[in-house]
């Protein structure tokens, strides 16, 4: 009866590890559903609004959820704060942020970074190309993860169970 249950466990403990692979997995992807969203909202600021950066930021982080409105938050307070930093160096030290609250992959927080660098450039045209740019490149990315998500979770699932069935024979 304990090795039953042994066994039991070790398939349930190896099945949830699996699984935490693919909602990792799903949470990246949503993540770069948030990114691209504050993308366009900074985009759509600029060229209808012209909003300041402190009020830009602070509207992103009301329409954001999750790590990035965490992430925004921490920037706001820091933007906020009065440093004598300049934006372009303060929205590259919020990239540590990103990268500890988030599961996106680190060319992502990079191309991030460099929208930092962009918002501090007073050529609003060169600004709103430069945007697309990053927007482009972001969304090919999430496109390219989403499609892979449903086959990731399933061979995530499937190897954990395999695992556990594998280990279970090997004790017995």
């Known amino acids: 009866m304990l090795k039953i249950t042994g066994c039991f466990l070790i398939l349930y403990a190896s ?20 990114l691209i969203l504050l993308i366009q909202i900074i985009k759509n600021q600029i060229i209808y609004e ?9 509207r992103c982080e009301k329409r ?18 009065g440093r004598d930093k300049p934006f372009g160096e303060l929205w590259r030290d919020s990239m540590a942020v990103l990268s500890d609250l988030s599961a996106v992959r680190a060319d992502v927080v990079e191309e991030i970074g460099r929208l930092g660098d962009i918002l501090g450039d007073m ?18 990315k999430y496109e390219r993860e989403r499609n892979r998500n449903g ?12 695992a556990g069935l594998f280990i279970v024979i090997m004790l017995l």
């Open 151 to 162: 086959g990731i979770r399933k061979l995530s699932n499937s190897l954990g169970i395999l």
């Open 64 to 81: 954001t959820k999750g790590a990035v409105k965490m992430w925004l938050h921490s920037l706001n307070e820091d933007v906020s704060g």
């Open 123 to 140: 050529d609003v045209d060169a600004q709103i190309s430069r945007i697309s740019l990053i927007e482009n490149i972001i969304t090919d």
């Open 15 to 34: 099945f949830m590890t699996g699984h935490a692979v693919g909602s990792f997995h799903t949470r990246m992807v949503s993540e770069l559903e948030e």
């Open 50 to 58: 012209g909003t300041e950066l402190p009020e830009l930021l602070a």
